[in-house]
């Protein structure tokens, strides 16, 4: 066995790959939890995915609208069961054309399922969905008892 001399600058040399590998990493792995165990391993198949839900309470109703570009509304069902909301679809890929030679794919395919527990009651044969540039817009009014009521205090 030799000696061999150590050289600290040698290791400095390979030091900015080595930080640029190990965040790769840490965002590959935070990907990985977020989109609920989807994979992006950089391989030209579907994948998992999951479109984003903004869900706000008003007054009178809920609304919940959902990012699906490129889904048609042909492919979107909308159930509401026991006050849980659920959202499924699929989006899928387009036909591949004969002599293409992608380099890159990074859109997402595949089947999707949002579901949502709503904290009150919501009137089921009121509810509206509309779809337009790619977002599905629901409107689902809430029950008359869930609605709050303003008791006015009378003062003697």
């Not at 066995?1 to 590959?28: K, Y």
């Not at 007054?59 to 990012?67: A, L, N, P």
């Not at 036909?95 to 089947?111: L, P, T």
Request: charged share 30%.
């Amino acid at each position: 066995m030799s000696i061999v001399r150590w050289n600290p600058a040698r290791e400095l040399a390979t030091f900015p790959t080595d930080v640029l590998s190990m965040q790769r990493e840490i965002n590959h792995m935070f990907d990985h939890f977020f989109r609920g165990g989807a994979v992006d391993d950089g391989s030209l198949g579907t994948s998992l995915w999951t479109p984003a839900v903004d869900v706000a309470e008003l007054d009178g109703e809920f609304q919940v609208k959902i990012e699906l570009p490129g889904v048609s509304k042909d492919d979107v069902k909308i159930t509401m069961q026991d006050n849980i909301l659920t959202m499924r679809g699929e989006k899928k890929q387009e036909k591949e054309s004969k002599g293409s030679n992608y380099h890159r794919a990074e859109r997402s395919y595949g089947s999707f399922q949002r579901s949502f527990t709503l904290p009150t009651n919501v009137k089921a044969d009121k509810v509206e969905a509309t779809y337009s540039d790619g977002i599905l817009s629901i409107k689902l009014p809430k029950a008359e008892e869930a609605k709050p009521k303003q008791i006015d205090v009378k003062v003697k």
